[in-house]
């Protein structure tokens, strides 16, 4: 599957992207401005281990299971990023998304921003969905700003008990809830 943006094409992940899409999170130039030392010592780098458990086969398999999927996402053939969707939730009417870059050097460009709203477009008109839901850390202000380009709205932040009460999970005990909805 592909999906065409502005400026950049998502195309599915496969089982065989799923190493390297780890990478990009936990061992690229961009890893501090998510995790680990300095900027978050509450949240250790992720293991491969863990990152299977929070990414498993069917965010990386052409049917999925109708909750969620990953995205590698591409300028002019070269790929810059991964992004996904996960706890699609048609009675809510809400899904999660996520988004991390592979690089420092393909920050900036407006990437990310089109990769949010060509994943939002296509989650709205398969599934029907109108409220996505980032949830950033609140030092994380690059990616709060390039969420806000793509139409996010801070709604307040949240405590590791609030999200983990709302969502069922939590990485942070600053989480951002930015809501972007679409009629």
Known sequence: MKLKGNRIELHAARESDRKKIF????RSDL????????NFPDLPPSSWMDFCQDYTPS?????????GRQFIILFQGKEVGTIGYDLLDQIKNRVVVDIWMRAQKY??????PDAL??????????????????SP????????????KAGFILK??????????????????????MIKVME
């Open 31 to 38: 890893t501090e401005w998510m995790m680990g030392v300095p």
């Open 23 to 26: 990478n990009w999170l936990s």
């Open 107 to 112: 920050c900036g460009h407006g990437y990310g």
């Open 59 to 67: 965010f990386f398999n052409p049917s999925g299971d109708g909750q």
């Open 117 to 134: 709203s060509t994943l939002c477009r296509y989650i709205h008109g398969t599934f029907g969905i109108k409220t996505f839901i980032i």
């Open 156 to 177: 307040s932040v949240m405590n590791r008990a609030q999200q983990e009460e709302e969502f069922g999970f939590s990485e942070y005990d600053d989480n951002v809830l």
């Open 137 to 148: 850390s609140a030092r994380n202000k690059r990616a709060i700003a390039a969420y806000q």
